[in-house]
């Protein structure tokens, strides 16, 4: 009797994904899903470890955890959730009064903001990954394009590959992003992350101190508290430095004395905080300009920080890293589907990211106006609600609740419609709205 099975074609597209962060791994999961592809990650780290405290996993970045089948990973144990639900909280740093507590309604219960170290991330997308398709102590130093269309890739240990799709998604150092833009660079911008941990029993015996997740604000400075659990405490700021400051490698150790003087007209309540602090590590943040493209070649994509470093703004890095990767992989396999090149789905993956990386930057944009306006502000407490009125209120909350598979299942129906048409035009019409 003939067999009715039919075979499956061996994977014919080679995909090497360069970096193992937030966005390699999520890559590597979902490229993983795709029949006709074969997929190797190469990361530097000897081993995968995170640096850098905490991180938030906001309701975006839940569902795209849920969609790569990794959600279930995390042990709820090991995330912070305020008790009253609130997503974050502002409060002024020398009366301690509530300025704004911004709830999450709406927000389906399984997709709640929490906080947790930034390990507990990195440990379920690792889960999800074919271990045998992870390569550590990996850097990539040398990129060739051949005449092929294909690229070969030689890494520093003398290891070579060859790969039909880069994808590069080494963090804000980029060299992927390097080989298609030489001329960019990346310059210090004039900030340092400061990370500071304390032990959550210390910090809560503290009288009045609220386990909440807060930002506590000054005219100038503010740092944020949240608990992390496990007894793990973090204290956090983003801090301009003065222009003769060098900037320091990324996790240098900092003194406490170096972090707390600024807060000195803080509450005694946040004096008490800042005194049981145990480390700080500090981390200066660079940026470079802004890329009108991250696609190249017809078979290259930047994915992540090393297409948009954030520098941490929006605290949702991370997130943002996970949709691109959706929205990568379904248009990688968009174009397959049809039988098209894979640098029309690049195209297409370029032109739905493109505008909500472009919807951010306007509203990073409106923080530099705002400054401005505090500068000119007499009291604390003026400038205290001047600051979170301006750049806390509600108006970048739907980058937390943005819909990503529904922003693509419009751009590729778009698409679709366009070229059944036979219409030259870019189908650019869904696409720009990107705020669902
Ligand atoms: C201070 C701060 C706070 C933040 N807070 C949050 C938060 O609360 N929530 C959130 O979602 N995001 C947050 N982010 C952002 C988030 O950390 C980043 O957006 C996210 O890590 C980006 O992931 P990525 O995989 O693109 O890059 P990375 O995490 O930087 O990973 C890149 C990987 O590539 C590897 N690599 C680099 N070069 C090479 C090479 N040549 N060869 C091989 N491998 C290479 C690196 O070793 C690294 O492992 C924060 C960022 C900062 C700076």
Same mark, same amino acid.
């Given at each position: ?15 090497? $994904?360069?970096g ?7 890559a ?5 899903k795709?029949?006709?592809?074969d997929v ?7 081993e ?5 405290a ?7 970045t839940?569902?795209m ?13 090991d995330l912070?959730?305020?008790?009253d639900?609130?997503a ?9 009064e509530?300025v704004?507590?911004?709830g ?16 507990v991330?990195q ?11 992870l390569?550590l102590?990996s850097?990539?130093?040398e990129?060739?394009? #051949? ?10 240990d ?15 150092r ?7 833009y030489p ?5 210090y ?17 503290i009288?009045g101190?609220?386990d909440?997740?807060t ?10 508290t949240?608990?992390?659990?496990n007894?793990?405490?973090? $204290?956090a =700021?983003?801090?301009?430095?003065t222009?003769?400051? =060098?900037?320091?490698s990324?996790?240098?150790d ?15 309540m946040?004096?008490s905080v800042?005194?049981k ?15 009108s493209?991250?696609?190249?070649h ?8 090393a297409?948009?470093?954030l520098?941490g703004?929006?605290?949702?890095? +991370?997130?943002f ?10 248009a990688?396999k968009?174009?397959?589907?049809r ?7 690049l195209? #297409?993956?370029?032109?739905?990211? +493109?505008?909500h990386?472009?919807d ?9 106006k705002?400054?401005?306006?505090v ?15 301006d ?7 739907? #980058?937390y ?8 299942r ?6 679709d ?16 709205s990107?705020?669902?």
């Amino acid at each position: 009797m003939p067999s009715t099975q039919t075979t499956t074609p061996p994977p014919n597209l080679r995909v090497g $994904i360069i970096g193992a962060g937030p966005a390699g791994l999520g890559a590597a999961i979902e490229f993983a899903k795709l029949p006709f592809v074969d997929v190797r990650v190469y990361e530097q780290a000897r081993e995968l470890r995170e640096v850098g405290a905490g991180i938030s996993i906001q309701h975006n970045t839940w569902r795209m955890l849920d969609v790569f089948g990794v959600y279930e990973n995390i042990d709820q144990r090991d995330l912070f959730r305020p008790a009253d639900g609130h997503a974050v909280q502002h409060r002024n740093g020398r009366t301690g009064e509530l300025v704004l507590s911004k709830g999450q309604e709406g927000t389906p219960e399984r997709y709640l903001s929490a906080r947790a170290l930034r390990s507990v991330l990195q440990k379920a997308l690792l889960k999800g990954v074919d271990k045998s398709k992870l390569r550590l102590s990996s850097r990539l130093v040398e990129i060739t394009d #051949l005449p092929s269309g294909a690229f070969f890739l030689r890494f520093e240990d003398g290891l070579t590959d060859e790969v039909d799709l880069l994808v590069g998604a080494d963090g804000v150092r980029s060299v992927v992003r390097q080989f298609i833009y030489p001329d960019h660079q990346l310059k210090y911008i004039g900030t340092t992350a400061y990370r500071a941990l304390a032990d959550a029993d210390d910090i809560l015996s503290i009288p009045g101190f609220p386990d909440s997740v807060t930002f506590w604000h000054g005219p100038n400075d503010r740092f944020y508290t949240c608990n992390l659990n496990n007894n793990v405490y973090e $204290i956090a =700021a983003r801090v301009p430095q003065t222009p003769d400051t =060098a900037p320091v490698s990324w996790g240098q150790d900092a003194s406490v004395e170096e972090f707390r003087w600024r807060y000195k007209d803080f509450s005694p309540m946040l004096q008490s905080v800042l005194g049981k602090i145990k480390e700080v590590k500090k981390f200066a943040l660079f940026a470079g300009p802004r890329l009108s493209r991250v696609v190249s070649h017809g078979s290259i994509a930047l994915i992540g920080d090393a297409s948009h470093p954030l520098s941490g703004a929006f605290g949702a890095g +991370a997130g943002f890293a996970l949709e691109d990767v959706y929205v990568l992989t379904r248009a990688v396999k968009w174009a397959h589907d049809r039988g098209l090149p894979i640098g029309e789905g690049l195209e #297409l993956f370029d032109r739905v990211r +493109a505008p909500h990386y472009a919807d951010m930057y306007t509203i990073l944009d409106g923080y530099g106006k705002s400054d401005v306006a505090v500068k000119e502000t007499a009291s604390f407490d003026e400038a205290v609600s001047l600051i979170v009125a301006d750049k806390w209120n509600d108006d970048h909350q739907w #980058l937390y609740h943005y819909n990503v598979e529904e922003v693509w299942r419009k751009a590729y129906e778009a698409e679709d419609a366009r070229r059944a048409k036979g219409d030259g035009s870019v189908a650019h019409g869904d696409v720009a709205s990107s705020r669902l």
